[in-house]
C-alpha cells in the first residue's frame, strides 16, 4: 500500500458515510426547505468522494496528486448559507412541526469530525500538495458545520425559552 492510500480510502469512506447520514436523515424532516437543504448536502458529500476517488487514482497511477494549487480555490463554506438567506431556511425551521434538535446537532458533529480529520492528516504528510488538498477539505467542512452548529444553536435557544408545558 503506498504512503497516502490509507488516508485517502478512509476519507471516501467518510464521505460516503456523510452522504448516507445526510441522504437518511432529509427524509426526517416535514418541511421540504429543510429536507432539500439535507439533499444537497449529501450530494456535496458526494461530489467530495468523486473528487477524492480521482486524486486517489491519479495518486496510485502516478505517486502524486493532480491537483493544481492556483486552481483550488473551491469555497463551499457560503453555499449553504447563501442558500439558507434565499430561501429563508430559519423562518421555515421555525415553522416546523418539531424542530428535530437532535438531527442537527449530529450533523455538526459529524462535519467536525471530518474537518478534524482533513485537519489531521494535512498534519501528518509531507507533500506539499496532498497537505494543501487535506487543509482544503477540511475548510469545506468547517463551512458545513458552520451551518448547522448555528441553526442548532438558534433552535436550542428557542426551544429553552418555550413555557414548560406547551
Not at 62 to 82: A, P, V
Not at 135 to 147: C, I, Y
Request: net charge negative; charged share 40%; proline share 2%.
Amino acid at each position: 500500500m503506498k504512503k497516502y492510500e490509507q488516508i485517502m480510502r478512509y476519507a471516501m469512506q467518510m464521505e460516503l458515510d456523510g452522504y448516507n447520514f445526510f441522504k437518511e436523515k432529509a427524509e426526517k424532516f416535514n418541511n421540504p426547505t429543510t429536507r432539500k437543504l439535507f439533499l444537497d448536502l449529501a450530494e456535496v458529500e458526494m461530489e467530495h468522494l468523486h473528487f477524492i476517488k480521482e486524486q486517489l487514482d491519479e495518486y496510485l497511477e502516478t505517486d502524486s496528486f493532480n491537483i493544481k494549487l492556483e486552481g483550488f480555490s473551491r469555497d463551499e463554506s457560503n453555499i449553504f448559507e447563501s442558500r439558507e438567506k434565499s430561501e429563508y431556511i430559519a423562518e421555515t425551521l421555525k415553522e416546523s412541526d418539531i424542530p428535530d434538535l437532535t438531527i442537527l446537532r449530529m450533523a455538526y458533529l459529524i462535519e467536525r469530525d471530518y474537518a478534524e480529520f482533513y485537519r489531521k492528516a494535512a498534519e501528518s504528510v509531507d507533500d506539499e500538495i496532498a497537505k494543501a488538498l487535506f487543509n482544503k477539505l477540511a475548510e469545506w467542512e468547517d463551512g458545513h458545520e458552520r451551518l448547522f452548529k448555528s441553526e442548532y444553536d438558534r433552535r436550542m435557544k428557542e426551544y429553552m425559552a418555550l413555557p414548560w408545558g406547551g
